[in-house]
């Protein structure tokens, strides 16, 4: 009887813990030149588990572009603004952008395919 007692009480408490979220999806690369060539590579990211943001920043023409998951070491002023009421900050011709759903930063990837430097 106190057997049963004890895995009824080991039962309840596992089905009450929570079960982790699975892990946000991110897209991670950068657009912009290397050498006056353009160079282009994102790729689809699953993020280390308990991160909740995914990140971008990109220049007003979308010539330069860098997209990641949240980590560990995430600048704690980019943290800020990810959990501020409005996730966006554009400085210096700078945008930088935080969101939380999957593959959510996409907006400077998409907007503009990168033409080979003029200079």
């Keep these: 009887m106190m057997m049963h007692l004890k895995l009824f009480f080991v039962f309840l408490l596992l089905s009450l813990l929570p079960f982790p979220a699975s892990a946000i999806k991110c897209y991670a ?7 006056g060539q353009p160079a282009h590579k994102f790729i689809q990211e699953t993020c280390d588990e308990g991160m909740l943001y995914c990140m971008e920043s990109y220049t ?6 860098t997209a990641s998951c949240q980590h560990l070491g995430t600048n704690m002023r980019l943290l800020n603004l990810c959990q501020s009421k409005t996730p966006e900050q554009t400085e210096n011709d700078l945008t930088i952008r935080c969101c939380k759903t999957d593959l959510c930063n996409n907006h400077g990837i998409d907007r503009k395919k990168l033409k080979k430097n003029g200079n």
């Design 29 to 35: 690369g950068s657009r912009g030149f290397i050498n």
């Design 60 to 65: 007003a023409d979308f010539n330069e572009v």
